[in-house]
C-alpha cells in the first residue's frame, strides 16, 4: 500500500514537472460585462484585461461567444484567436456591442468563453489549458438618459502668431482663425445618447484677479458617444497680447454650471514655446485669399469695371476739371473769333486795293 501511495506521489510530481507555464494561475478582470441602458442602434465597448502570474512563455488565446441571440453583435479587437505575448501579465481586449436598429427592448444574456495553451506543440512535456469566463448582461431600453462627467480640464499655453500670418493685410483673419484661448476637456459620456456640455464659458483676468480683460461663450462642443469617454475642446478667439493671465472656465449642463474651474495660463511670444502647431491649414486660408483676390481683379478687368474706380477716384476733383474745361471751351471760342477778325481784315484790306 505504501508503495502505491508513492508512485502515485511521484507521478503527480513528474506531471507537476513536465506541465507548461500555463499551469500558472490565469484570469480576467472585470469577469461581467453588464450594461442595461442601452438602445436600438447604439453601439457600446467595454475593455477586458486577460491576467497570468507567469509570463515565461507565449500563450494562445481561443475566445468563444456562448450568446446565441446577441452573437452578431459583438467584435472583438483582437479576434477569436491571438497570442499572449511573453513577458506580459495584461493583455487587454476590447469587447463591441453594435446594436442593431430593430433590435427588440428587453433583457440578452450569454458568455465569453476564454482558453488559453501553449503557442508552441509543448514537446517534451504535459500542457494544460485554462480558462476563464465573462458574463454579458445587458437589457435594451427605449428611456433615453442624458449625463456626462468632466474628468480633466486643462488650458495650454500658446504663442502669438508669428510671420507671415500676423501681417497686417490679413492678420485680422487669421487671428479670428487661429489665434484662440482653448480649453481641452476630458469627458466621460455616461448616459446613452450622444451628448456634450450645452456651453463652456470663461472669464479672462489678469494675472492679480483684478480686472477681466475678455469673456466669450462656446456653444459648439463636439458630442460624445454613449458609454464613452473623449477629449474635446471649446475655443475662444482672443486679442491679448502676451502675458500669463488667469481663466475662470464654467462648464453647463443645459443652463445649470456642472463644473467650474480657475486655471492660469500664458501666451508667450512667437518663437518662445517652439512655434504654433496650426499645420496645413494657414496655408490653405493663405491660398485660398489669394486666389479669391486674384479672381475679383480677373472679373474687374473681364468686364472693365476699372472705369469706374477711374470715376471714383476723380468724382471728388470734379469742380476743377469742370472749371478747366469751361476755360478751355471760352478759350478755343475767343480764338476762332479772332481768327474771324482778321479774316474780315483781310477781306476789306484786299477791296480798297
Known sequence: MFKKILLLALILVLFLTWATATQAGFGVSPPLIQNHQLTPGSTYSQQIMLLRSST???????????????????????????????????????????????????????????????????????????????????????????????????????????????????????????????????????????????KVAIEVWDLNKQRMLQSSVDKSIKKINPFSTAVVTAEFPTSLPAGQYWTKVKIYKEQEIVNYYEIAFTIAEPGVLGGNNLGIWPYLVAAALILIALAIIAILIKVRFWRFFIWLILLPTKPVWSAMINFFKALNKKFWQWIARQAEKHKEEDKKE
Do not use: C, H
Not at 86 to 96: A, D, F, H, N, S
Not at 151 to 165: M, N, T, Y
Not at 187 to 193: A, D, R
Open 56 to 198: 515565461d512563455d507565449d500563450l494562445k488565446a481561443e475566445i468563444k461567444v456562448n450568446a446565441p441571440d446577441i452573437a452578431s453583435w459583438i467584435s472583438l479587437d483582437k479576434g477569436e484567436s491571438f497570442i499572449l505575448p511573453k513577458g506580459e501579465y495584461q493583455v487587454p481586449v476590447v469587447v463591441t456591442f453594435k446594436i442593431p436598429k430593430s433590435a427588440e427592448l428587453g433583457n440578452y444574456t450569454g458568455s465569453i468563453d476564454i482558453k488559453v495553451a501553449p503557442a508552441g506543440n509543448g514537446a517534451g512535456g504535459v500542457s494544460i489549458a485554462l480558462g476563464a469566463r465573462v458574463d454579458i448582461d445587458l437589457a435594451l431600453t427605449n428611456v433615453y438618459q442624458s449625463d456626462f462627467l468632466v474628468r480633466l480640464v486643462s488650458l495650454p499655453d500658446f504663442e502669438r502668431l508669428g510671420s507671415p500670418w500676423n501681417w497686417k493685410i490679413w492678420s485680422p483673419i487669421f487671428n479670428r482663425l487661429f489665434y484662440k484661448i482653448k480649453v481641452v476637456m476630458n469627458i466621460e459620456n455616461k448616459g446613452n445618447i450622444k451628448i456634450a456640455p450645452s
